[in-house]
């Protein structure tokens, strides 16, 4: 099918359940664009959850201009970072943890899928508990509703359902909730510096002065960084609805504007975070930010942000539970995608009201989703690495290896595991987390040992580049992982002629 004839194929309504699983997206079904991926990412980091990482530099003691430098370098570096990860979906029709089989190996792919499932679980978690503590604070404050464990249960469970029913209908009604959520959330923080502009005050200086700087400094810049890290197991789950001869800088320039759209709700965080720790410095030290916001907006500002909690918490939630629903229906494939996102949804709203109500998970989930991006980094370094050197080449048949139950093809390696890519992340996540330092919450081995800055990040991102090209060099892989060019840089090693067999 040209391209001209996929253009004038109308695409499924959005209120049609998605039937496609994790099989190559047929080329007639590939009507999606870059401002549909563009869309998608943009809608599912504009939200409230966004907002509460824009208020960690002031947190960290940072003045509003230092933390807006760290939340402009945490950006540009973050969504650098991403761009690549949108080029794989595009190419192979399916999730970016599938197409993590030609480097990890066929069984190696099960990394991805876990980072996936954990990254969902984490923020769709976050969502929902911010996004649920905004709308019934908002909603106490204008119209008395009772704040308290039952009202919150009944803000969680809107959340939480609204998101499993957009998430099973699948990808059309999920890019048409983004579409409505991007321009909407955008204006209503928009009305937001018409809310704060009079006590707003860019002079804000800070706490962190002479050696607490640069430890806060390049603690701000990770937390940003990280927000565009966290997505780049998901691309793949939107951009495989994109043909695949969509040029590949527009593929890469949708994510990576998108994340720095964000600098819209990075901005309001920012912004607000130094009126409440000036106005509110008592719940700002608590750790309280949204307590402090609605205690320091206006009574007429209490229904956009019921809106920002309502539209944010749903375009986040979706973004982040339909991939591991779709990818989950690979790993066990007796779930239809439907069966799986359903199974995966029941999952985490269970563990979203015991974490809440029974063991109190809440204050250690942003931990928990820090560590997860630890991890997933060097992942993301790998396919990247990957993908230069095969050219942007793949087989389509051999990816799908796994999902068959089958064995062999050009990705089976040593029995279904790249050893090469499987090391190197393994140790670079590995060493990563020894350096994290996240004080008061987690602090790994070495995490004191360089002056108080988190280097866990750029540690992992490098060591996985050096061990994995490395690795390359010294043992390369078979000819036959390779494409009719040739590698790129590396060298081959002989041709391993696995067949694919099984059902």
Same mark, same amino acid.
């Given at each position: 099918?040209?391209?001209?004839?996929?253009?004038?194929?109308?695409?499924?309504?959005?209120?049609?359940?998605?039937?496609?699983?994790?099989?190559?997206?047929?080329?007639?079904?590939?009507?999606?664009?870059?401002?549909?991926?563009?869309?998608?990412?943009?809608?599912?980091?504009?939200?409230?959850?966004?907002?509460?990482?824009?208020?960690?530099?002031?947190?960290?003691?940072?003045?509003?201009?230092?933390?807006?430098?760290?939340?402009?370098?945490?950006?540009?570096?973050?969504?650098?970072?991403?761009?690549?990860?949108?080029?794989?979906?595009?190419?192979?029709?399916?999730?970016?943890?599938?197409?993590?089989?030609?480097?990890?190996?066929?069984?190696?792919?099960?990394?991805?899928?876990?980072?996936?499932?954990? @990254?969902? #679980?984490? &923020?769709?978690?976050?969502? /929902?508990?911010?996004? !649920? *503590?905004?709308?019934? +604070?908002? $909603?106490?404050? =204008?119209?008395?509703?009772?704040?308290?464990?039952?009202?919150?249960?009944?803000?969680?469970?809107?959340?939480?359902?609204?998101?499993?029913?957009?998430?099973?209908?699948?990808?059309?009604?999920?890019?048409?909730?983004?579409?409505?959520?991007?321009?909407? @959330?955008? #204006?209503? &923080?928009?009305?937001?510096? /018409?809310?704060?502009? !009079? *006590?707003?005050?860019? +002079?804000? $200086?800070?706490? =962190?002065?002479?050696?607490?700087?640069?430890?806060?400094?390049?603690?701000?810049?990770?937390?940003?960084?990280?927000?565009?890290?966290?997505?780049?197991?998901?691309?793949?789950?939107?951009?495989?609805?994109?043909?695949?001869?969509?040029?590949?800088?527009?593929?890469? #320039?949708?994510?990576?504007?998108?994340?720095?759209?964000?600098?819209?709700?990075?901005?309001? +965080?920012?912004?607000?975070?130094?009126?409440?720790?000036?106005?509110?410095?008592?719940?700002?030290?608590?750790?309280?930010?949204?307590?402090?916001?609605?205690?320091?907006?206006?009574?007429?500002?209490?229904?956009?942000?019921?809106?920002?909690?309502?539209?944010?918490?749903?375009?986040?939630?979706?973004?982040?539970?339909?991939?591991?629903?779709?990818?989950?229906?690979?790993?066990?494939?007796?779930?239809?995608?439907?069966?799986?996102?359903?199974?995966?949804?029941?999952?985490?709203?269970?563990?979203?009201?015991?974490?809440?109500?029974?063991?109190?998970?809440?204050?250690?989930?942003?931990?928990?989703?820090?560590?997860?991006?630890?991890?997933?980094?060097?992942?993301?370094?790998?396919?990247?690495?990957?993908?230069?050197?095969?050219?942007?080449?793949?087989?389509?048949?051999?990816?799908?290896?796994?999902?068959?139950?089958?064995?062999?093809?050009?990705?089976?390696?040593?029995?279904?595991?790249?050893?090469?890519?499987?090391?190197?992340?393994?140790?670079?996540?590995?060493?990563?987390?020894?350096?994290?330092?996240?004080?008061?919450?987690?602090?790994?081995?070495?995490?004191?040992?360089?002056?108080?800055?988190?280097?866990?990040?750029?540690?992992?991102?490098?060591?996985?580049?050096?061990?994995?090209?490395?690795?390359?060099?010294?043992?390369?892989?078979?000819?036959?992982?390779?494409?009719?060019?040739?590698?790129?840089?590396?060298?081959?090693?002989?041709?391993?002629?696995?067949?694919?067999?099984?059902?």
């Amino acid at each position: 099918m040209t391209t001209t004839d996929r253009a004038a194929a109308a695409p499924p309504a959005a209120t049609t359940i998605e039937v496609n699983g994790i099989a190559p997206i047929p080329d007639e079904e590939r009507t999606a664009s870059p401002v549909d991926l563009f869309r998608l990412i943009f809608g599912g980091a504009n939200t409230f959850a966004t907002v509460v990482l824009g208020t960690f530099p002031i947190v960290f003691g940072l003045s509003f201009w230092q933390g807006a430098a760290a939340i402009v370098i945490g950006l540009l570096v973050g969504a650098a970072l991403l761009a690549p990860m949108a080029l794989f979906g595009a190419r192979n029709g399916t999730n970016n943890a599938v197409s993590s089989s030609a480097h990890l190996g066929v069984h190696g792919r099960v990394v991805g899928s876990f980072l996936s499932l954990l @990254t969902a #679980l984490a &923020f769709f978690s976050i969502s /929902v508990w911010s996004s !649920g *503590d905004m709308l019934i +604070g908002a $909603a106490h404050r =204008a119209i008395k509703i009772p704040q308290n464990d039952a009202s919150l249960a009944v803000g969680y469970g809107l959340f939480a359902v609204l998101v499993l029913v957009v998430c099973i209908y699948g990808f059309r009604f999920m890019l048409l909730v983004n579409k409505i959520a991007v321009v909407a @959330t955008t #204006l209503l &923080f928009v009305l937001g510096i /018409v809310a704060f502009a !009079g *006590d707003f005050d860019s +002079g804000y $200086a800070g706490t =962190a002065t002479g050696s607490l700087f640069w430890p806060a400094f390049v603690g701000a810049v990770l937390i940003v960084m990280s927000n565009p890290v966290s997505f780049g197991a998901f691309l793949g789950d939107w951009s495989r609805y994109i043909p695949r001869e969509t040029p590949r800088r527009h593929l890469m #320039l949708a994510a990576f504007g998108a994340q720095i759209a964000t600098l819209v709700p990075f901005t309001f +965080g920012l912004t607000t975070a130094t009126i409440v720790a000036t106005a509110q410095p008592d719940l700002f030290a608590a750790g309280n930010y949204s307590g402090g916001l609605l205690a320091v907006s206006p009574g007429w500002f209490m229904l956009p942000v019921c809106a920002i909690a309502v539209i944010g918490g749903l375009s986040t939630g979706t973004t982040a539970l339909y991939g591991t629903g779709l990818d989950f229906s690979s790993v066990f494939p007796a779930f239809s995608r439907v069966q799986a996102t359903a199974f995966i949804g029941a999952f985490a709203i269970a563990f979203i009201f015991v974490g809440r109500f029974a063991i109190d998970v809440v204050t250690s989930i942003s931990t928990f989703a820090v560590l997860i991006v630890v991890c997933t980094a060097p992942w993301m370094v790998v396919m990247m690495i990957g993908w230069f050197v095969r050219r942007g080449w793949y087989d389509s048949d051999s990816l799908q290896v796994f999902n068959r139950r089958q064995h062999g093809g050009r990705y089976w390696f040593a029995h279904g595991w790249n050893w090469r890519a499987m090391g190197a992340w393994l140790i670079a996540a590995g060493v990563g987390l020894l350096f994290v330092n996240l004080p008061g919450q987690f602090v790994g081995w070495l995490g004191n040992h360089a002056n108080g800055v988190d280097l866990s990040i750029p540690i992992s991102l490098g060591l996985a580049a050096i061990l994995y090209l490395g690795a390359l060099f010294v043992f390369p892989e078979p000819a036959d992982a390779y494409g009719p060019e040739g590698a790129r840089l590396v060298p081959t090693g002989p041709a391993a002629n696995h067949p694919i067999v099984g059902d």
